[in-house]
Nanobody, 120 residues
Framework: QVQLVESGGGSVQTGGSLRLSCVAS????????MGWFRQASGKEREEVST???????KYTDSAKGRFTISRDNTKNTLYLQMNNLNPDDTAIYYC??????????????WGQGTQVTVSS
């Protein structure tokens, strides 16, 4: 059974940083596309960043220059380093995995989410 478990969320002030982690179990993430999504209260879920199996990354415009996605295949863990946070980043953050090397949009597995709250 595949499970994704996020951690690292919390409350920070504007300009602060957080590093989210997503530990996978039940399969190796080495060969698969993974991504981070977020959903703010009253809004639709949006894609924040994705990483194909071989390392290429993609970011939403609001994350570019502030967020960095990375993975440690030896730890079966996906990360999202978030710097210079602002209140618009407040949301529940989810990690997800596709059962393919490239990110095609078919997300097969999701974590339970971790709350990020940024105060002004």
């Amino acid at each position: 059974q595949v499970q994704l478990v996020e951690s690292g969320g919390g409350s920070v002030q504007t300009g602060g940083s957080l590093r989210l982690s997503c530990v996978a179990s039940g399969m190796s993430i080495r060969y698969y596309c993974m991504g981070w999504f977020r959903q703010a209260s009253g809004k639709e879920r949006e894609e924040v960043s994705t990483m194909v199996a071989y390392g290429n990354t993609k970011y939403t415009d609001s994350a570019k220059g502030r967020f960095t996605i990375s993975r440690d295949n030896t730890k079966n863990t996906l990360y999202l380093q978030m710097n210079n946070l602002n209140p618009d980043d407040t949301a529940i953050y989810y990690c997800a995995l596709q059962t393919g090397a490239y990110c095609s949009g078919n997300w097969a597995y999701w974590g339970q989410g971790t709350q990020v709250t940024v105060s002004s």
